[in-house]
């Protein structure tokens, strides 16, 4: 499938991460990333993690996908709208917008077998391999064809930079709305291409109106800020 990715190195642990080490192994992993981290560097950590992805994120208080989805209903109020989920992983995501009564959701992940745990909930009527801010979803996934994206967990620390933006809303149609949780301590930072520059600069250009911006609860004490951007062309 399109954009698969292959095994690499990580490097030392960043010390001014809290100790996560034992039983939340798998979160302890996402430490050993940063912005210099490439997609055939993660593959690998999430082909190791998939099994126990969601006790773990359990166990340190994992809010991000409640959170969004839950304020993405505030906006969408169609609940036949199609959505793609982006960064889908094992459908933490998805599980709470079907909750909220949403049907037509498709899934886009860059580990394959995150998606295959994915599956096993019949919450997809689609799954993408692939990762925004690369060619390989403009090529896999049709433009201009969801009345919603989603994104939680990925604009974060080691995973995608700024210009994953343009990607989400390449996928997303005109008057549709973007979701999506930026991780606090990496908003500002240039390595990652300064995500709340880039959105202002979306906003600047036309591209995009902010409708909802906020600073929730995340992971473990972590907070995110959440966007909702409505596609203006």
Not at 27 to 36: I, S
Not at 146 to 166: E, Q, S
Not at 191 to 210: N, P, R
């Amino acid at each position: 499938m399109e954009g698969r990715a292959t095994s690499g190195e990580l490097s030392e642990k960043d010390p001014d991460q809290p100790d996560c080490s034992g039983k939340i192994k798998g979160h302890w992993r996402m430490y050993d990333v940063d912005a210099t981290t490439t997609l055939d560097e993660l593959v690998p950590i999430y082909n190791a993690w998939f099994e126990t992805y969601e006790v773990e994120s359990a166990e340190i208080g994992y809010v991000g996908p409640q959170r969004c989805a839950s304020q993405l209903s505030n906006f969408l109020k169609t609940k036949s709208a199609k959505i793609l989920d982006v960064g889908a992983g094992t459908g933490l995501v998805g599980e709470e917008l079907q909750k909220l009564g949403y049907n037509d959701i498709d899934a886009l992940d860059l580990c394959e077998s995150m998606l295959i745990k994915a599956r096993e909930k019949n919450i997809y009527e689609q799954y993408f391999v692939g990762a925004i801010g690369g060619s390989e979803v403009i090529q896999s996934v049709p433009a201009n064809s969801y009345d919603a994206t989603i994104c939680v967990g990925v604009f974060t620390k080691g995973h995608v930079k700024a210009n994953g933006f343009d990607d989400l809303l390449h996928l997303t149609k005109p008057g549709g709305i973007v979701c999506v949780a930026v991780r606090e301590d990496v908003l500002n930072d240039p390595a990652y291409g300064l995500y709340q520059a880039k959105i202002d600069q979306l906003e600047s250009d036309g591209h995009i109106h902010v409708l909802y911006r906020d600073l929730v609860e995340y992971l473990m004490g972590l907070k995110s800020i959440l966007f909702i951007l409505e596609k203006i062309q």
